[in-house]
């Protein structure tokens, strides 16, 4: 007897048998190339990090975000505390580079005397100055455990000297024997964006890293490369590490008031200073600001003594993990699924693959080298190509089928058929759409002046060239009423950009209009210009005309406005009329204003304006300044525009508006014929 649960495996042998037919229809080249697609898929899902120009910054920006979003929170560590020579040290001491080393020696030996449980000092003793002698003796006289920063050119060549690295030498060596020995401060940034996400390659000719040289606890971290651990403050107000002006130890402060400060504590002495050893680290990206290269460490010294070694991410890993997400995104190109369940299919997966990094980081996993936006573009990738593939098995019964509906529906409306048949039924809804209407002037007296076959030749053209704009812009033909266009755009697919596709088709429709016009046969008497008319409002859209035939068009008063609109071009001497509310919504050209008016059919006046893009765009706000001030009253402000008519008398649109704002005064309208 049959298991209850058998549609799972004819939904898996469905697609198995969904694959084989592809694979045999699609033929050698297409397969071959489909299979070179998704071995880049591969490739750049593997090694986006390391080997993919533009990826490589995108995925260091997305384990920054990673990394300061899920870094611990902490109270203010107890175990480190940085004493500082700031911004204010060099102000007290005069001294700048190299740092006072008075003041060095009178803190070393407070410090000492407190009971610190060991010294970091990052601060390069790199050359000479007169007080050399007693910083030697502060140094052989210590007893706390200190290390002292050391460098090497051959390490750190860009920042040290061979001469500077000599001296280092001498002086480690005049103090040696005692409590202090010499330790490597040498940070690495990334090379692409120098940025400090790692601790530092750490080679046997240095000595061991500050934080290592510290304490003996977890020596694992000699050799560790991984992610350094920047912690969070829990309280903003309390910075993780506390940080002690050096001078409070150099001067007279009493050593008791401190002493809680210091004793037990590992001490890290170093500069904090406005434009020295500052480093960005992944919180720049979030939080902006830089790091002293003396908080770096005392965050490695933190994470060594936790023992919060984080643990990388092998190769085979990543691997699989490569082959897998191009594989997903393969796959779901093929799903025979209505769009909205295929959508939530792909965001689901898309989620998936953002959201793994972050658990991984949180877990302690170092996602470094994780090539999280190498799997979103190789799953992307994938699902192209293999969805290419597998469309062009069923293009040509696809084509004819479009080809049938084409004959009643535009393209975009039948394409949306073929998704979803069930579009076809009758009905409307409401929708916000930009409506628009074309007429190409004198065209119908030019039609009873030659022969009808130029008539259809012409006429074909024309329409050809404009229904081209309106699909390349991305709206949706309403129907041809002799040489007239009606399109709109806002459904059947609304899009955040219509206004300005709508505004730009416009205007693409008037250039092509004169454009035809300048290319009419020898014999074709002069024809007139193409005018356009756009409005944004509400309509009723949908499939009308009964169950014989229908047509998916748009009713309502923003269809009658926009054709109020064409025909009013005419009678204002413009070319293209734009209502105001399209200008609010776009900014993809500019316009000026063309004053206030009442349409036929519309009882309540609106503003209406004049796209002009090739119009220097200080003109065109001197003209928007003069209309508003006169519109407010200012009544001198009509002189201007009439100085501009007088400048420029080929401008009609504009000599017509002078007309209309002396005729109806400020704040009035005009009500066309």
Do not use: C
Not at 187 to 198: K, W, Y
Not at 404 to 419: E, F, H, K, Q, T
Not at 550 to 568: F, K, P, V
């Amino acid at each position: 007897m049959a298991a209850p649960d058998q549609p799972a495996p004819a939904a898996t042998g469905g697609i198995a048998r969904r694959l084989r037919r592809v694979f045999r229809r699609i033929g050698p080249w297409r397969m071959a190339i489909t299979l070179a697609f998704l071995a880049l898929a591969i490739f750049i899902a593997r090694y986006s990090w390391e080997k993919v120009p533009i990826a490589a910054d995108i995925e260091r920006m997305l384990y920054d975000i990673r990394a300061t979003s899920t870094a611990p929170l902490a109270e203010q560590d107890d175990r480190i505390v940085m004493v500082v020579f700031n911004d204010q040290t060099l102000i007290e001491t005069g001294r700048r580079s190299p740092l006072d080393r008075v003041t060095l020696a009178k803190a070393l030996a407070k410090l000492d005397r407190m009971g610190a449980r060991a010294i970091g000092i990052d601060i390069l003793i790199d050359q000479a100055t007169p007080e050399d002698a007693g910083l030697v003796a502060a140094f052989k006289a210590m007893r706390t455990p200190t290390r002292l920063a050391f460098v090497s050119a051959a390490t750190n060549p860009d920042y040290v000297e061979y001469g500077q690295e000599e001296f280092l030498r001498a002086f480690q060596k005049s103090i040696a024997g005692g409590a202090v020995e010499p330790a490597s401060v040498l940070l690495e940034s990334d090379l692409t964006d120098n940025v400090i996400r790692s601790w530092p390659n750490q080679p046997a000719s240095l000595p061991p890293l500050l934080a290592n040289a510290l304490t003996p606890v977890h020596p694992e971290f000699r050799n560790y490369t991984g992610a350094v651990r920047f912690r969070a403050p829990l309280d903003p107000e309390r910075p993780v590490f506390a940080k002690l002006p050096i001078q409070l130890f150099s001067g007279d402060f009493p050593e008791d008031v401190l002493r809680q400060q210091i004793a037990g504590r590992y001490v890290l002495i170093g500069g904090d200073i406005f434009d020295v050893d500052q480093f960005e680290t992944p919180a720049t990206r979030i939080r902006g600001g830089t790091t002293i290269g003396l908080e770096i460490h005392a965050n490695m010294l933190a994470q060594l003594l936790d023992g919060a070694l984080y643990r990388g991410v092998p190769g085979w890993i990543l691997w699989a993990a490569a082959i897998l997400v191009v594989v997903m995104g393969g796959l779901t190109s093929m799903l025979d699924v209505r769009p909205w369940l295929l959508g939530l299919i792909l965001l689901a997966q898309i989620a998936l693959i953002l959201l793994i990094p972050y658990w991984a980081q949180a877990s302690g996993i170092d996602t470094q080298h994780l090539p999280v936006f190498g799997w979103i573009a190789g799953w992307f990738l994938a699902f192209a190509a293999v969805g290419t593939a597998a469309r062009a098995v069923g293009s040509e019964q696809r084509r004819f089928a479009q080809s049938a509906l084409g004959r009643y529906l535009p393209r975009d409306v039948a394409s949306l058929i073929l998704r979803d048949p069930d579009q076809l039924a009758l009905h409307g809804e409401k929708r916000e759409i930009y409506a628009l209407f074309t007429d190409l002037e004198g065209f119908t007296k030019l039609s009873h002046a030659i022969a009808p076959e130029m008539v259809a030749t012409l006429l074909n053209r024309y329409l050809d060239m404009l229904s081209d704009i309106v699909l390349r812009h991305g709206g949706t033909i309403d129907k041809f009423v002799g040489d007239a266009v009606v399109a709109f755009w806002g459904a059947p697919i609304a899009r955040p950009d219509d206004a300005d596709r709508a505004v730009m088709a416009a205007i693409a429709m008037y250039e092509a209009g004169e454009e035809f016009r300048r290319s009419v046969p020898e014999g074709v008497p002069p024809m007139g210009r193409t005018r356009v008319g756009l409005h944004f409002g509400e309509a009723i859209v949908g499939n009308f005309g009964g169950e014989g035939r229908i047509q998916y068009t748009a009713l309502g008063d923003s269809m009658n406005a926009a054709a109020r609109l064409e025909s009013a071009n005419k009678q204002l001497g413009t070319a293209a009329l734009v209502s105001e509310a399209v200008v609010r919504r776009t900014s993809a050209v500019p316009f000026r204003p063309m004053g206030r008016v009442t349409v036929r059919g519309r009882s309540t006046p609106f503003a209406i304006f004049e796209p002009v893009p090739h119009l220097d765009g200080a003109v065109v706000t001197s003209l928007t300044a003069s209309v508003a001030r006169f519109d407010q009253g200012e009544t001198a402000a009509l002189a201007e525009l009439e100085r501009y008519a007088a400048d420029h008398p080929e401008d009609v649109a504009v000599a017509n508006l002078i007309y209309r704002l002396r005729k109806v005064g400020p704040g009035g309208n005009f009500v066309l014929d």
